[in-house]
Nanobody, 126 residues
Framework: QVQLVESGGGLVQGGGSLRLSCAASGRTFGNYAVGWFRQAPGKEREFVAAINWSGVGVDYAASVKGRFTISRDNAKNTVYLQMNSLEPEDTAVYYC???????????????????WGQGTQVTVSS
């Protein structure tokens, strides 16, 4: 079992930045693929960014590419999502997800993930 806890959410003005963290406990996190997803009110959960176990492979949703950066520190069992140039449309609950992956894959759909955190709220004011 892996437990995931997100942190770093909050209220920020448009154009501002936030860094989300996803801390894992329970098992060695280093061989897990990790993704960030978000869900805005009244909308389905959507993919934001993902990273493979080594950190070499990453992928982003088109809507955040160039503004968000995903990274990981396996020694700290933590994955980060640096969010810059935030827009009101980025307002959502952000979730991290993890799945053991021995093939180095970057997983971009929620159905591929086994473990989920509880989410952290990000609100961007205009």
């Amino acid at each position: 079992q892996v437990q995931l806890v997100e942190s770093g959410g909050g209220l920020v003005q448009g154009g501002g930045s936030l860094r989300l963290s996803c801390a894992a406990s329970g098992r060695t996190f280093g061989n897990y693929a990790v993704g960030w997803f978000r869900q805005a009110p009244g909308k389905e959960r959507e993919f934001v960014a993902a990273i493979n176990w080594s950190g070499v492979g990453v992928d982003y949703a088109a809507s955040v590419k160039g503004r968000f950066t995903i990274s990981r520190d396996n020694a700290k069992n933590t994955v980060y999502l640096q969010m810059n140039s935030l827009e009101p449309e980025d307002t959502a609950v952000y979730y991290c997800a993890a799945d053991p992956s021995t093939l180095g894959a970057v997983l971009t759909t929620e159905y591929e993930y086994t473990y989920w955190g509880q989410g952290t709220q990000v609100t961007v004011s205009s």
